[in-house]
């Protein structure tokens, strides 16, 4: 069946770093875009960061611009968002996502980060 799994949330300071994975199964990884959304409490899913395919073409949230990163490794079946110089704001759950042409979504189960002062 098809899973999303993510992992590497945590509680860190401002100003650290994390490293989120999401790995994929269950489906063709490399026919899917893939993306990362965070929900914080009391607030809308937002998207953060979205990659291509081929992971030639990245877009972020302007809030995360010079920030984060995002890249995947079709070999590996698994996306990642490098996370620097965190903020308190960027306190949220992080759900990692899998879309097909518009028409097909999976999404995981989220990770939690919180960003202490």
């Known amino acids: 069946q098809v899973q999303l799994v993510e992992s590497g949330g945590g509680l860190v300071q401002a100003g650290d770093s994390l490293r989120l994975s999401c790995a994929a199964s269950g489906f063709t990884f490399s026919n899917y875009a893939m993306s990362w959304y965070r929900q914080a409490p009391g607030k809308e899913r937002e998207l953060v960061a979205a990659?291509?395919?081929?992971?030639?073409?990245?877009n972020y949230a302007d809030s995360v611009k010079g920030r984060f990163t995002i890249s995947r490794d079709n070999a590996k079946n698994t996306v990642y968002l490098q996370m620097n110089s965190l903020k308190p704001e960027d306190t949220a759950v992080y759900y990692c996502n899998a879309n097909y042409l518009g028409i097909v979504d999976y999404w995981g189960k989220g990770t939690l980060v919180t960003v202490s002062s």
């Open positions: 990659i291509t395919r081929a992971g030639g073409i990245t």
